[in-house]
């Protein structure tokens, strides 16, 4: 006799999700999966491709947890039948991101009316640059956003008077 076993169906794992800290954890969840266990789990911080992984053991049938995940990471579900057909779930990704940092704008300027400004330069910053912001009298009470994703900027025309610019960092 031979006995023909079909291919089991991996299943979905729960939503990607992300931190902004390696002081993290979460629960992935297994759905939609039949005709296997699950054997053991795989992670990789080659997302989504997962061509290199590392094996974990299973903790429960159908989720794993995950505790202080330090980089941006992929998991997924290997399940297996009793004669070694095996399917793999969809990948999750936990994604690792840096603390914010502002960072620091270059030195004030100060000009003569109708001169040219210096670029302003932002250093130390951790995160992308969403948008530079300025203020007439420094006080950012009323901000006017400027389109620039640029760690430096340089206002045209010079401001007519003192002005303050801050760069928005994510």
Known sequence: TIEVQAIPIGGNLTANTSFC?????????????????VVFWETSTDCPAMATFTTLPPTTPTTHTY???????????????????????TVATVSIFPATVGGAVSAPQTICSGDNVAPLNLTGQE???LRWESAAGC??????????????????PAPSQTT???????
């Open 139 to 156: 006080n950012f009470a009323t901000v006017t956003t400027i389109a620039s994703t640029q760690t430096t900027f340089t206002p045209t």
């Open 67 to 89: 505790n202080n995940v330090s980089v941006t990471s992929c998991f997924r579900a290997v399940l297996r039948t009793s004669a070694g057909c095996e399917a793999k779930s």
């Open 21 to 37: 800290s390696t002081t993290n954890s979460g629960t992935l969840n297994l759905a939609g999966h039949s005709g296997g266990n």
């Open 164 to 170: 303050g610019y801050r760069a928005v960092v994510q």
């Open 127 to 129: 995160g992308r640059v």
